[in-house]
């Protein structure tokens, strides 16, 4: 999946499931159990996932590649820092 498709279909489904809590919110849907059950316990929490993940992907993404990009640089025959010589 690409990285645009990835954030089309995070903004979509943060759009989406924005519009129950709008409901809970403004209209009648705190009386309604399964309604209301949805809004607090799904809704909410996708709500908040999806969007921490679209705020921070970026930077993860970052360090994971340079950490990774740190364990396998003596693996690409990629020159050592000199060694410093003991007294």
Known sequence: MTGWRERDILRFLHLVLS????GYLYGPVEHIP???F????IAMPAIILSGFWM??????AKRILQSRLV?????????SPPMKASP
């Not at 519009?19 to 709008?22: G, L, Q, R």
């Not at 705020?55 to 993860?60: A, F, H, N």
């Open 38 to 41: 949805f809004a607090r316990w």
């Open 55 to 60: 705020w921070l992907k970026p930077r993860i």
């Open 34 to 36: 399964q309604a209301a």
């Open 19 to 22: 519009i129950p809590i709008v």
């Open 71 to 79: 364990r396998e640089a003596p693996n690409r025959g990629l020159p």
